[in-house]
């Protein structure tokens, strides 16, 4: 078994994908209705496109492939507001977040549709627990080993995206302490992580990939659950680790910031990705996810402590002529203020204490997601 | 030998529903039929066997049980049921003051025509508008269903509950004022009841969450039991509408966003015993000798009733958003209504008004949906995809 050639696109462009929570408006749990759902939205054209998930309260979206974020955002735009229109014609909310607030997974129904049947088979509870709901953003590369090397140049920024969209700070009921408790879902499955440092792309595909099949234990890329993984048919890379931000325009923002990161990356900016990074990257990962924006980082090169929240703001004024020279002045904007206001995990915590139920912890969310916050001044 | 009798006749209740729930347990496991629709069938069969051994029995101590399992029910259909949705979706109100309206119209008209008196014309369409709640939210839950054939139905049902109990008083009030002359009691029965239950049920629904969220307590679930138990309680003492109080009650809590939390559906393991005893009740005031005399009737208002609420449903589908397969399926997961009518015609009856007429036909329609209704709900739900262990791997 073998991966095809590495597609080429244009560099830098991105498309983002959202997994949505479908939500009961009568009693705030999650509902299977990704059925009756797609039925209704077949009946008009959809902006972008929208395919079950592996649960039947589980949506995802996609954007088509953007070079800026004007026409990004404006498309998630789009696509939130037919969602919410059909969902409104159905009792059904639709909202972002990276877990639902008390849903019991034992409850959770598996789409049928034999790829989801298998997983489920195979993983048993964890394909359940993983109702979880992440953003995937893709990032166009003009070739196999630029998408490598941007694969692992990225490992010392993944923190900032999972501290930037964490908002899955509840679990089955509880609070978890954590900004993101669904990466910990994801780190459950044995072929989560990192891909394994390789710089160039016959390396990966035909010492790695090939003798990985060879074992039987992977048949295509979509077994691994890597943080950050090449795509080959699209000629993307992908990153994983985002929570579905509470509202599509958080989501465009850090789309963003993706893009600029890579073109600050590929123009050299920075030292050449090492093996040795990684020696602090499940650390720096669990930083990110247990205390968001106030997390510690150690970096890997310089081994010198920092707090998430500064790094972030450094690498965002590093960053600002990249912002604009790819027209996402406002990106950058937008990435400032949600730090400024607090991360959507914050959000959440407060609209549990606010309203003193778990209902209102999704009540909350379901709310964000059509009204975000109040327009840049 | 009449100490003999009298044991067994003290036996004879926890007996029948031990003996119902066990058949209850046994054929849900080998067909997968409702549970409740054996707990009914168990229920009529012991009721009539005492009939036969014991004489006419006095069920009141069993009603105010009853009721409390039913309000039960009731409050968590009201928890479940989004007002907002009904402005979202004008569809869905337009549906149910359709098959609500014309469910009252045709099984009048279809009385009539069979020879039936103005009045009890009037009883059965009224009671033929209703779907029970106990009925099909026991079944969605057995089922652990969801989707739009199951939230339809749960909208349908309780808006289509209020409008059978408007309707059924009015006619109760009209009816007791014709017969007895006493203004005051014909007063009783009429609109007053139905505002006055609803406002103590949206009382307890603002109450009980703000003791919730000052007291707290992990497990909300004992907490509206108790308060539907005493708002049942209430509605009995005062001759209120217990469906109303307990629905509004539902529905105020809901809307003041208070945690039941899913894992009680049902009320757990008391609202299960609870509904045992419901169901067998129920059906044990069910006599043999009125449904047979009652029969022809009670299959037409059945029939007419099923033809109408299948046929809206499916009529306002398309426009309501969802194919008209599932609004035909919505439509025919209406169909329990057992429950619902024998509690009426018990509570009516406390309050000293007869049937006459209209009681035989009211008992067959009532021990058919018993049985039948809950399946039929089931299979509704089942080719609407909507039922868990269907899909479940």
Redesign the interface.
């Known amino acids: 078994m073998t991966l095809g050639p590495f597609a080429t696109s244009e560099s830098l462009t991105m498309g983002v994908e959202l997994e949505l929570q479908l939500v009961s408006l009568s009693d705030f749990d999650l509902v299977p209705a990704s059925p009756d759902m797609l039925d209704l939205l077949a009946r008009a054209p959809f902006p972008g496109n929208v395919t079950p998930e592996i649960t039947q309260s589980m949506i995802e979206i996609n954007s088509s492939v953007h070079s800026g974020h004007e026409g990004l955002v404006a498309q998630l735009r789009e696509i939130r507001d037919t969602l919410l229109a059909a969902g409104d014609r159905l009792n059904v909310g639709v909202c972002g977040g990276g877990t639902h607030a008390f849903q019991q997974w034992s409850d959770r129904r598996i789409f049928s549709k034999p790829r989801f049947q298998e997983v489920s088979q195979l993983y048993g509870y964890l394909a359940k627990q993983f109702t979880v709901f992440g953003q995937h953003v893709h990032i166009g590369c003009r070739s196999g080993d630029e998408a490598m090397y941007l694969l692992h140049a990225l490992n010392r920024y993944v923190p900032h995206f999972i501290a930037l969209s964490g908002s899955s700070p509840f679990l089955q009921g509880s609070d978890t302490s954590f900004q993101s408790a669904r990466l910990n879902s994801v780190f459950a499955f044995p072929l989560s992580g990192r891909a394994p440092f390789l710089l160039s792309w016959n390396a990966f595909a035909e010492d790695y990939f090939e003798r990985m099949a060879g074992t039987g234990i992977v048949k295509s890329m979509k077994d691994f659950y890597w943080d950050l993984r090449p795509k080959p048919e699209y000629g993307t890379i992908e990153l994983r680790v985002c929570d579905t931000p509470l509202s599509v325009e958080r989501a465009a923002a850090l789309a963003c910031y993706l893009q600029a990161l890579c073109r600050y990356l590929l123009a050299g900016n920075e030292p050449a990705p090492r093996e040795d990074d990684y020696l602090v990257y499940n650390y720096n990962r669990f930083q990110a996810c247990r205390f968001g924006l106030d997390g510690t980082l150690v970096h890997p090169q310089r081994h010198e402590q920092m707090v998430l929240r500064d790094d972030i703001l450094a690498t965002l004024k590093r960053l600002e002529p990249d912002f604009e020279a790819l027209g996402s002045t406002a990106a950058l904007a937008q990435l400032r203020r949600d730090i400024e206001m607090g991360s959507d995990a914050d959000y959440l915590r407060r609209a549990w204490r606010e309203g003193g139920s778990r209902e209102a912890v999704v009540d909350a969310a379901l709310e964000r997601f059509r009204q975000p916050e109040p327009a840049l001044v | 030998m009449n100490e003999l009798i009298s044991a067994a006749a003290q036996l004879a209740w926890p007996l029948a529903l031990v003996v119902s729930w066990m058949a209850g347990e046994l054929a849900h496991r080998w067909t997968g039929v409702p549970r409740i629709s054996i707990y009914g069938l168990a229920g009529f069969l012991a009721g009539n066997l005492a009939l036969e051994v014991q004489g006419p029995i006095d069920h009141s101590p069993y009603l105010l049980f009853a009721s409390l399992a039913f309000g039960l029910v009731l409050f968590e259909l009201g ?4 007002l ?2 009904l402005r ?2 004008p569809w869905i109100l337009a549906t149910s003051l359709l098959e609500s309206g014309l469910s009252f119209i045709a099984v009048y008209l279809a009385s009539t025509w069979f020879g039936a008196p103005p009045i009890s014309c009037g009883l059965l369409g009224a009671l033929a508008m209703a779907t029970s709640p106990a009925g099909l939210v026991r079944v969605l839950n057995e089922q ?1 269903a ?3 054939v199951s ?1 339809r139905a ?2 349908l049902a309780a808006l289509n509950c209020v409008a059978a109990v408007f309707v059924f008083n009015l006619i109760v009030g009209v009816k007791v004022f014709q017969t007895s002359g006493d203004l005051l009691h014909a007063a009783g029965s009429s609109l007053l009841v139905l505002a006055v239950s609803g406002l103590l049920g949206a009382i307890a629904g603002t109450l009980v969450p703000l003791w919730l ?1 000052s007291v707290g307590g992990k497990d909300a679930t004992l907490t509206f039991a108790l308060a539907v138990l005493l708002v049942v309680a209430a509605t009995h003492v005062l001759k209120l509408s217990p469906v109303l109080a307990a629905l509004c009650f539902g529905l105020a809590a ?1 809307h003041r ?3 039941l ?3 009680q559906r049902n009320f757990g393991a008391l609202g299960d015993i609870l509904s045992v005893l419901l169901f067998v009740f129920a059906a044990s005031t069910l006599t043999w000798q009125n449904a047979k005399e009652g029969m022809v009737l009670g299959l037409l208002v059945v029939l007419v009733r099923m033809v109408v609420k299948v046929g809206v449903c499916a009529a306002l589908a398309r426009p ?4 008209v397969r ?1 609004g035909a399926l919505s439509g025919l997961a209406l169909a329990p209504v057992a429950v619902f009518t024998v509690l009426m015609i018990e509570q009516t009856r406390r309050l000293g008004v007869e049937f006459n007429y209209s009681l035989a036909p009211l008992t067959a329609m009532a021990l058919v949906l018993q049985v039948v209704g809950p399946i039929i709900t089931q299979r509704a739900l089942v080719w609407a ?2 039922a ?1 262990q269907h ?3």
């Not at chain 2, 928890?79 to 989004?82: D, E, K, L, T, V």
């Not at chain 2, 309501?320 to 194919?323: F, L, M």
């Open positions: 928890y479940r049921i989004n907002r949705w979202a979706n652990g969801g989707g739009q939230e749960m909208h969220r809901r966003r208070s945690a939390g899913v894992t309501s958003g969802i194919s599932k995809n909507e868990h899909k479940e791997v």
